[in-house]
């Protein structure tokens, strides 16, 4: 049995694979870099099982609004290390010093992007800061259910998508889920795994060395930035790398994307998680005062489970409370659309290779190449206002409901 109708309606989340009761099912990359679920056809009964166990396909109820906070850890070491306002490593805090257990996405020794078991801090800061690239998940959902069994109190983080499929999985194998914690991000959408890797060693065979440090927000000129901070040996590239061979610009055409991301159903405030934490985007208009050259986080406080931990964080946090209005962004709305000649960007990928489509793509699409290139000389000439106006009427799709 093919456990989904086409790419667009596989996230890739494992949960298929992990429940069939005859291992009929293995994740297999296919072209694009991506997991997808292979059923072994002489194996399978056709039970219908992990049709059963897919959440991506499933209806989602509507839930009320949340409690919408802005966020920043009082701690500037923690807010360095994290992408928006730390509000990440604080909620783990607590987790860990309550002798619980966090899963998250880390890098390994040559930056490959999965899901680690974190017991302790030093662990968990391998956690901190987001990876653009799709997380590898294997048997995290297994190991989930085991901490669980064991009693252990976890806090699983990961895309919205990660996160109900992970709900899904334990719902099905009949787990106590009352010491899990789920925690997820408004998403962007994940980018492929394999043009990550083939970036890796683009920028190892370019640079000749091994990349030392690589951090996707870079928030040493002002972390709304799309720079990236990288070194290679005790060289720091960042500059080469963010003006012409950006994996985050190269992100932003959204070509390398996973096809279901375009199908998200997540990109609204129904959310398979406890609490969900993002960027707080345009706090400069909403919140002057708060606003902060070191990120502001964005927490959606979905659930009961998820209202007790934001209160165990409030003496590590500065916040503010916030509405839907104010933290108003795209994918709290609706999914990116899946760019027209996306087809087309995998051709060329397929027929000339990594390095023809990092240099063409590397310096992001026209919209973001604008933004860089006339923001200092508007800011300079007091047109700033205006042309954020028109940039948001050409390039982002309007809101479609006004009130929270
Ligand atoms: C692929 C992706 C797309 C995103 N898109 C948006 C967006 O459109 N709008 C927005 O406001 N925010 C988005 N974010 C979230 C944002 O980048 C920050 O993670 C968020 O602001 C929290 O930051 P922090 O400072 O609290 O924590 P940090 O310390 O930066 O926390 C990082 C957290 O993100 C998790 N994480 C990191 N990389 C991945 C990954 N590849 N897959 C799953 N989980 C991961 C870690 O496990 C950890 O829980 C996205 C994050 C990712 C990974």
Request: charged share 25%; proline share 4%.
């Amino acid at each position: 049995m093919n456990t989904y109708e086409d790419k667009t309606l596989c996230c890739g989340c494992t949960a298929c694979s992990l429940v069939c009761p005859k291992n009929a099912i293995t994740m297999q990359e296919d072209g694009e870099g991506f997991l997808y679920p292979l059923t072994n056809e002489e194996l399978c009964t056709n039970c219908g099982i992990c049709r059963k166990v897919c959440a991506f396909t499933k209806k989602i109820e509507k839930a009320g609004t949340p409690a919408i906070y802005a966020v920043r850890h009082n701690d500037m070491e923690v807010l360095e290390k994290s992408s928006s306002g730390g509000v990440f490593t604080a909620i783990s805090d607590v987790i860990l010093n309550q002798g619980g257990v966090v899963y998250g996405a880390s890098f390994d020794e040559n930056y490959f992007v999965y899901h680690l078991r974190a017991a302790n801090i030093e662990t968990r800061n391998q956690l901190r800061g987001s990876k653009y690239v799709q997380s590898r998940l294997d048997d995290t959902y297994q190991k989930v259910k085991e901490d669980l069994d064991s009693g252990n109190v976890v806090l699983f983080s990961g895309t919205p998508c990660q996160n109900a499929g992970l709900a899904s999985y334990l719902e099905f194998r009949g787990a106590d889920t009352s010491n899990l914690l789920q925690c997820d991000l408004v998403c962007h959408g994940v980018p492929s795994p394999k043009l990550w890797i083939q970036y890796v060693q683009y920028l190892e065979d370019r640079f000749n060395g091994k990349i030392t440090e690589f951090s996707f927000k870079d928030k040493r000129d002002n972390w709304k930035s799309m720079d990236s901070r990288v070194f290679v040996g005790d060289k720091d590239i960042s500059s080469m790398c963010n003006k012409k061979l950006s994996f985050f610009r190269f992100y932003s055409t959204l070509y390398p994307v996973r096809p279901s991301c375009f199908k998200c159903p997540y990109t609204n405030l129904s959310r398979p998680s406890d609490l969900t934490i993002a960027d707080f985007w345009n706090l400069e208009k909403s919140k002057p005062d708060f606003d902060d050259s070191m990120g502001v986080s964005l927490v959606l406080v979905n659930s009961e489970k998820g209202e007790k931990l934001f209160e165990k964080i409030k003496s590590t946090i500065y916040f503010e409370e916030s509405n839907i209005n104010e933290c108003w962004q795209p994918h709290l709305e609706y999914p990116n659309s899946e760019p027209s000649r996306r087809n087309i960007f995998w051709r060329e990928y397929k027929e000339k290779g990594f390095e023809y489509v990092i240099k063409k793509y590397g310096k992001g699409n026209l919209s973001y190449r604008l933004k860089r290139n006339l923001t200092p000389f508007l800011r300079k000439t007091g047109l700033y206002k205006i042309s954020g106006k028109l940039y948001r009427m050409l390039f982002i799709k309007e809101r479609k409901t006004k009130s929270a």
